[in-house]
T-cell receptor, first 115, second 112 residues
Framework: DARVTQTPRHKVTEMGQEVTMRCQPI?????VFWYRQTMMQGLELLAY????????DSGMPKDRFSAEMPDATLATLKIQPSEPRDSAVYFC?????????????FGPGTRLTVL | QKEVEQNSGPLSVPEGAIASLNCTYS??????FFWYRQYSGKSPELIMF????GDKEDGRFTAQLNKASQYVSLLIRDSQPSDSATYLC????????????FGRGTQLTVWP
């Protein structure tokens, strides 16, 4: 049963600390997305990659957030330094191609709390 | 800026009723339209997609698309308490590489 995996599932940290979230997309999926979800803002796109190349990271605060795909099986989202306003659920999602009906699958999310 | 708007909700219907969820979008070049369901504390999961004008039925779910009016809806017939969730409308942008634009979601509660 192919699925997107994310680690850690929960993270509690103190303001100023570095946070790294990892995502393993479904094998064969070449487009990977990072989202953030909060009650206030809903689901926001932070960045996405196609064939490991960044396509758009305009949704990300550049001064503290960075996203990379070191290889096709791993995407990372890093926050340094973290702030309380970064508390949210971070979802990774992947899909196979640009095709109109290719489903975008979400991972279980990382629930981040910054104290 | 590509906007996707959903009826604000929350929406509350009795068991067995029809729940109607609505969504409008701003980008006329949008190609495909998706409905995701998100249970509390879980990740969104796709329940339907539609890309042609008209209706598409899948079990108790019917998606309706009207591109001229830039409107897409989801009808849930014979609503069940297990349908209680937040429903997210998503639109595939007409000029971007596979990016979905999501609405804020409509929270649905089906009471027994």
């Amino acid at each position: 049963d192919a699925r997107v995996t994310q680690t850690p599932r929960h993270k509690v940290t103190e303001m100023g600390q570095e946070v790294t979230m990892r995502c393993q997309p479904i094998l064969g999926h070449n487009t990977v997305f990072w989202y953030r979800q909060t009650m206030m803002q809903g689901l926001e796109l932070l960045a996405y990659f196609r064939n490991r190349a960044p396509l758009d990271d305009s949704g990300m605060p550049k001064d503290r957030f960075s996203a990379e795909m070191p290889d096709a099986t791993l995407a990372t989202l890093k926050i340094q330094p973290s702030e309380p306003r970064d508390s949210a659920v971070y979802f990774c999602a992947s899909r196979r191609t640009q095709g109109a009906d290719n489903e975008q699958f979400f991972g279980p999310g990382t629930r981040l709390t910054v104290l | 800026q590509k906007e996707v708007e959903q009826n604000s909700g929350p929406l509350s219907v009795p068991e067995g009723a029809i729940a109607s969820l609505n969504c409008t979008y701003s980008d006329r070049g949008s190609q495909s339209f998706f409905w995701y369901r998100q249970y509390s504390g879980k990740s969104p999961e796709l329940i339907m997609f539609i890309y042609s004008n008209g209706d598409k039925e899948d079990g108790r779910f019917t998606a309706q698309l009207n591109k001229a009016s830039q409107y897409v809806s989801l009808l849930i017939r014979d609503s069940q308490p297990s349908d209680s969730a937040t429903y997210l409308c998503a639109v595939l942008g007409g000029s971007t590489l596979g990016r979905l634009y999501f609405g804020r979601g409509t929270q649905l509660t089906v009471w027994p």
